[in-house]
């Protein structure tokens, strides 16, 4: 079940360095937010702290609030696991279990859970490579290793993976950046199809994808490098590419610097 | 004359673009005279690999053809005797036995040494420790030998009390004769204790190599650290633990001088891993090669090859499980 997001003062490091500064938003449920920006800005380390992965890198720490609906990911008797489980994540580079095959990839964040019946699981596989629009392609090759599929078939495999166990919220870090423009198209009219059910971030440094598929867009950027990022503005994706209310906006989405 | 060549033309050749001159010219040597050794010694390896494996069957099946009961399933070895009757029955079994319950002790605790260098210690405390495993291994064989003798032998007197008392049940812990734990059971500890640190050391390697992509995967599902650990980290691992576990058997089976040293060495063969006495193909050579005469010594060569057969028997096994599971081995990821 979608669910919104709240953050509010925001700040994360790795070991001392302040790599996001003070990020505050709010993300609604059923929609797309891109999150654009130069490199180096903290785009990643911020979706990061999202589903409480950023704490896993040696040396990263977070302060602030991030509310899903009104609980706190960062409240004192939070598992970091159990916030894992219902925030799903999509890394830049395909990275499918390569030891398993493509049912038990799509299978492993139920297993994990442990609440699910062996009749059901085949259900729920079917349900999400085709919720993933990966279905037609493997049906026949289930038992096969998912590492033995392209690298948009890969992407896909783990889009059905994280959308398996029915997550809240669905995060996408630069999910098309290793893709070829087809299969690039085939996740965008995905994240279409998926918004209806997640709430889905996406990093993206593609501008025409950031238009295309978002409903809203956070615009970050840091003063100099080893300076901290910071979140410039965000506001309805047609807003920020039209008209946004802050100049190094328009400057970076024009192509004038970054 | 190759025909496809082009022909030749007055016309002098281009400059060449590559040549940098003498530089450039001394690496082709050095590429060249490398490549002489490289080849040379590999054929070198081959030549006195055969030449030995020629000398050790014929003198082998100089011995075998002698021998009056058979080779392979006789209890006794009086290759000097009349009849001559040898046979490696209790080698092998002796050999094979106290190699299983090393593996089965140490594999698992090497395992559980690799994950804790290689994913749960805190930096300043993986090092000391993967550097006391490699001292583990730094330790001469005589030395483990004269301490499994002189304190291990005593001390898992008490230990084989208890498991016959409680464990005989088993029939393995049965305990059917007298006598100190000069037995298999305290063998397949002390090889377990020698071969753990050739086998945490390569397990440690494989376990580190083992993506960060992939265990991220896991923890963004929601894994828990140890679950983690199962679905990253050991099924990347599993070809590695096979080849550890194949090196440390590899040691374990051909083992001398700490064998020789615990064992009360005697012809008997019982599974009652417990009972005093046995042997292995490598003590019973340690043991009786310089008292044996020329025939003698054929027929403990004859042995030592059978020894060396099982050591290949259990590397092309290893290979044959390693092969199978290549698909899904994480190499193409
Ligand atoms: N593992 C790490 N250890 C230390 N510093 C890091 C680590 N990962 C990122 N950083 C630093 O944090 C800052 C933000 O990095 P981040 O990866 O979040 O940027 P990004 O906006 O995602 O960039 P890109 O668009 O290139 O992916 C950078 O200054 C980077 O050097
Ligand atoms: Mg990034």
Request: proline share 5%; aromatic share 8%.
């Amino acid at each position: 079940m979608a669910k919104r997001i709240d953050v509010s003062g925001l700040t994360a490091f790795y070991g001392t360095h302040r790599a996001i500064d003070d990020i505050s938003m709010t993300v609604e449920p059923r929609s797309v937010t891109a999150f654009i920006g130069p490199s180096g800005c903290g785009k990643s380390t911020f979706l990061r702290t999202l589903n409480r992965m950023h704490e896993v890198t040696p040396g990263g720490r977070v302060e602030g609030k991030v509310l899903l609906d009104d609980e706190n990911l960062y409240g004192a008797n939070v598992d970091p696991v159990a916030v894992r489980r219902t925030v799903g994540m999509v890394f830049q580079r395909p990275n499918p279990f390569p030891t398993m095959s493509i049912f038990d990839n799509v299978a492993a964040g139920l297993k994990l859970n442990g609440k699910y019946r062996k009749n059901e699981l085949a259900n729920v596989v079917e349900k999400s490579l085709k919720g993933a629009n990966l279905w037609n392609e493997v049906k026949d090759r289930l038992n096969k290793p998912g590492s033995g599929l392209s690298g948009g078939q890969q992407q896909r495999l783990c889009i059905a993976r994280a959308i398996a166990v029915e997550p809240d919220v669905l995060l996408m870090d630069e999910p098309c950046s290793a893709l070829d423009p087809i299969s690039t198209l085939a996740i965008e009219d995905l994240i279409g199809e998926l918004k209806e059910r997640f709430t889905i971030v996406i990093v993206t440094h593609n501008m025409q994808q950031a238009a295309r598929v978002s409903d809203r867009t956070a615009f970050f950027n840091l003063s100099a490098v080893g300076q901290p990022g910071k979140l410039i503005e965000i506001d309805e994706t047609e807003r920020i590419f039209a008209n946004p209310s802050v100049q190094a906006t328009e400057d970076y989405i024009s192509g004038r610097f970054g | 004359m190759d025909t496809t060549t082009a022909p030749p033309t007055d016309a002098p050749p281009p400059p060449p673009v590559f040549d940098k001159g003498a530089p450039k010219a001394k690496k082709q040597l050095g590429d060249r005279i490398f490549l002489g050794l490289s080849r040379g010694s590999g054929i070198t390896l081959l030549v006195i690999m055969a030449a030995i494996a020629a000398f050790l069957t014929y003198r082998a099946m100089l011995a075998i053809s002698k021998d009056e009961t058979n080779f392979l399933t006789t209890f006794e070895w009086n290759p000097q005797g009349e009849p001559v009757s040898f046979g490696i029955a209790v080698l092998a079994f002796g050999t094979v036995v106290s190699s299983i319950i090393a593996m089965v002790i140490a594999v698992p605790i090497a395992i559980g040494i690799a994950l804790f260098i290689s994913h749960f210690a805190p930096r300043r405390l993986a090092a000391p420790i993967a550097y006391l495993v490699d001292l583990l291994a730094a330790v001469p064989s005589i030395i483990y030998g004269l301490w499994g003798a002189v304190f291990l032998v005593p001390y898992l007197d008490g230990l084989n009390k208890w498991l016959d008392e409680y464990f005989a049940w088993t029939y393995i812990f049965d305990k059917t004769n007298e006598g100190v734990a000069r037995n298999l059971f305290t063998v397949g500890i002390l090889l377990a204790i020698m071969i753990l640190p050739i086998i945490t050391n390569v397990i440690r390697e494989v376990f580190l190599q083992s993506p960060k992509m992939i265990e991220e995967a896991a923890l963004a599902l929601g894994a828990t650290r140890w679950e983690v650990i199962r679905m990253a980290v050991i099924p990347f691992g599993r070809s590695g633990i096979i080849s550890a576990s194949m090196l440390g058997l590899g040691r374990a089976l051909g083992e001398t001088m700490a064998v020789a040293v615990v064992l009360s060495p005697s012809f008997l063969l019982s599974f009652h891993i417990l009972d005093a006495g046995g042997g292995t193909f490598a003590q019973n050579i340690a043991a009786k090669f310089n008292e044996a005469n020329g025939f003698g010594r054929d027929a403990l060569i004859a042995s030592g090859l059978v020894l060396f057969i099982i050591t290949l028997l259990v590397n092309g096994a290893a290979r044959a499980i390693i092969a199978r599971r290549k698909e899904y081995s994480g190499a193409n990821a």
